[in-house]
């Protein structure tokens, strides 16, 4: 019973932290930095705290490389509806994938000790939108 009430308490924290991290502000921390190059993965997330909660390397991030400018179009009409909830843009941004290059380590590595490396590429962005403006990163295509 003790253990159950305390698993409830889990979850509803682990809700809230998710709630947390969707929203437009958020959105553009994460994942939008005009102009940024592959080599810059490793300054780019440490500089702006970007970890799997409570405080572990996130494995894996991607970074739209255009003006911000760009970006809320996707969901304002420059996008179509793509699966459960999401919106894929009609447009291709210049993006960067992140990859966690010292994710195996044991013990594992912890922030701000994360290492990336980058690939850049060309592809649809897959978000969520909420009042016309991208919440959620989900993924490229
Ligand atoms: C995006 O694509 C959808 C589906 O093809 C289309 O209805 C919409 O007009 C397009 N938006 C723009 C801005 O081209
Ligand atoms: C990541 O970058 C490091 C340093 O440049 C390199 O030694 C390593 O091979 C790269 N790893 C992958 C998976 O590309």
Known sequence: MKSSIFAGVLLVSASLVSVEGQSWVEFQQKHINAGMTPDKCTKVITDRKIVTPPNRCKVFNTFITQNVNAVPAVCAG????????YTISNATFNIIDCTQQNQNQVPPVVPPKCLYNGTASTKRIIVRCEKKKPVHFHGTK
Do not use: I, M
Not at 78 to 85: A, K
């Open 78 to 85: 420059g996008g179509t509806l793509y699966g459960n909830g």
